[in-house]
């Protein structure tokens, strides 16, 4: 019953705060000997999984890590390329940790601009005149909520499908924004959100509103 | 005279000078406060002025403040000892601004001239987070304002500043011979 994470997303669709709050973290670690028996391949400046999979290791898992030391994108920490280390049979047994890569904030971005115009798609396309946007997105994982507010400023919240009170939980972030984002006055209207009151009272909005969903899943 | 220039009567002038009942929602006063902020921000350049500036525009609210205030709090009697006014100041004046008393308002160890009036979360910077840049603005400057010129404007001289020291302080440091005065008064 968690909250995975908070987006806000402005006028122009630009991403102005992105905050994770909970990131679940598939990963398996295992050591292999030569011959390498999965298939890698180069995908968006990282190494993937392209076939092969078994004990915990997906298609699609990212490598992240090999004998301990984090990679950089194609390379591993010394600065050589994978595939070309993972082929030579002097570096085995070695010990790679394969997981689901995480989002960089580029990516981010993009995907937030993204849904913004998957939202005003979502009003086009009503066969009812005047509808909103897309307000629930809904998977067998998680579901997206989206709040547009008047001035045209997105609040999107990732949550456990079972999590209760996200309208609420929405307009609280909404006040929690004009609170501690517009009333400060080093805060530039559309511009990314660094104010600490704001991510403090976000933190605990959501702390708050992951207590009270538990208690509505319990009873 | 007045109404030649007014359409109708002001109604603000009109109204008795004790007692009034209104309260500003502290949304409103933040908003606008934000916009003092920026104001000031927008035509210095550097922190210290800031600073400067809002304590200038605190000591403008201040100097029509005190009036006021005497005249409904004490009825008309002015302060002639240093820890009466700083005691009006904490209690007074802090009630009838944020609707609570300061803090604290304690002596310096070492310096008969210098008070500290302390408090945890002043109501001024309730919304505003200051960014790493320029950490050492604190905008209760412009409390400190209306200190200084509550205290000026009674007869105490004072420079008042502030600082991030236990939450927010506000240092306030009298002229010599305030503080001759009050001796020669204690004497007596």
Known sequence: MVIFSVYVVNKAGGLIYQYDNYVPRAEAEKTFSYPFDLVLKHHDEKVVVSFGQRDGIRVGHALLSINGVDVIGKNTAEGKDILEYLKDPANFPVSIRFGRARLSSNEKLMLASMFHSLFAIGSQLSPEVGSSGIEMLETDMFKIHCFQTLTGIKFILLADPRQSGVDVLLRKIYEIYSDFALKNPFYSLEMPIRCELFDQNLKSALEIAEKAGNFGAGS | METRFTRGK??????????????????????????????CQSRVYSVSELQA???????????????????????????????????????????????KEADKLEQANDDDKTYYIIEKEPLVNTFISVPKDNSTLNCAAFTGGIVEAILTNSGFPAKVTVHWHKGTTLMIKFDEKVIARDKALEGK
């Open chain 2, 10 to 39: 002001s109604a603000i002038l009109e109204r008795p000078l004790s007692r009034p009942k209104t309260e500003v929602s502290v949304s409103a006063f933040a908003l606008l406060f934000s916009e003092v902020v920026q104001y």
């Open chain 2, 53 to 99: 500036r809002l304590s200038d525009m605190g000591q403008k609210v201040g100097g029509s403040l005190l009036d006021v205030l005497v005249l409904r709090e004490k009825n008309g009697k002015r302060e002639t000892k240093v820890l009466n006014i700083l005691l009006f100041i904490k209690v007074s004046v802090w009630r009838a601004l944020f609707g």
